[in-house]
């Protein structure tokens, strides 16, 4: 990958500040990789493959979990704090190789701004992964703009309510939650979509929607057209459902917290399973 670009850059008719990088499936874990190694690159999508997959709960995890040279040498978890360019993760729920928590690790763990699409249905395979518009308006927007079209500011889980705030450059028309009850393996649950209230306030998006009882996990999508927008992959750990949380990340900044409040003495917790730092 890191010699495509630079033959690619050789030649007179690329503009080389606007050669990004895909990759599918395990070439999705060449991107991760790649993404926080060669820093020439104008974006990166990496497509169902990420890092932090010894601990996955499948045939992954079965091969990787005792592979010391995976944990210490190729997890794309060393490199990404390293990758600084923006990047679109791009993948769906149902996915049985690579399971969003996993996936959400690799994103928190990135120096730079990215952008998580998630749709439901996607399947997994390479015509799968080319034939939606999402990635093509993810590069169109870096390379002329700047940054991702769209962009999560905010995330708060108070209770049964789930809100999340957005930046776009285009503007959205509707919002869906999809949720889950089931515990396990992101790709072998059952996903629920729900509607979600989508309102312009202040120049910005802001997303509510009420969790159905015993929520586990789930995440936000707003749509523009037939664009997809994500809000993080968020993990809810509580007895009573009474849990209040807050995640916030600034566009332009590597600031990155996660806030835990106690509710009625249950305190709620975040997956994903590792990361550091933040987009």
Request: charged share 20%; glycine share 12%; proline share 5%.
């Amino acid at each position: 990958s890191i010699l495509a670009n630079s033959l690619l850059r050789s030649q007179p008719e690329v503009d080389e500040e606007k050669v990004g990088i895909m990759g599918v499936s395990w070439g999705g874990v060449i991107t991760s990789t790649v993404m926080g190694i060669d820093s020439r690159f104008a974006f990166a999508i990496p497509t169902y493959g990420c890092g932090h997959m010894a601990d996955a709960e499948n045939h992954w995890g079965a091969a990787l979990g005792e592979n010391a040279f995976y944990r210490e040498v190729w997890d794309p978890l060393h490199y990404l704090p390293r990758a600084k360019m923006p990047a679109l993760w791009f993948s769906w729920p149902e996915d049985h190789h690579f399971p969003l928590d996993a996936q959400a690790a690799s994103y928190r763990a990135m120096s730079g701004d990215y952008m998580v699409s998630l749709l439901p249905g996607m399947k997994h395979s390479t015509p799968a992964s080319w034939n939606p518009p999402d990635s093509y308006a993810f590069a169109k927007s870096v390379v002329r703009d700047g940054r991702p079209w769209c962009s999560q500011i905010r995330t708060r889980v108070n209770g049964a309510s789930l809100e999340v705030v957005f930046s776009s450059l285009k503007s959205l028309d509707r919002a869906l939650l999809i949720s889950t009850t089931d515990t396990g393996f992101t790709g072998s649950r059952e996903w629920i979509e729900s509607p979600a209230r989508l309102q312009r306030s202040d120049g910005q998006w802001v997303v509510t929607a009420k969790l159905p009882k015993e929520t586990t996990a789930g995440f936000v999508n707003v749509k523009a057209g037939d664009l997809t927008a994500s809000s993080e992959y968020v993990e809810l750990e509580s007895d009573t459902g009474a849990t209040n949380a807050i995640l916030e990340r600034r566009y332009g900044d590597s600031a990155f917290k996660i806030g835990r409040a106690s509710c009625r003495e249950s305190v709620g917790g975040w997956g994903g399973g590792g990361g550091g730092g933040g987009g």
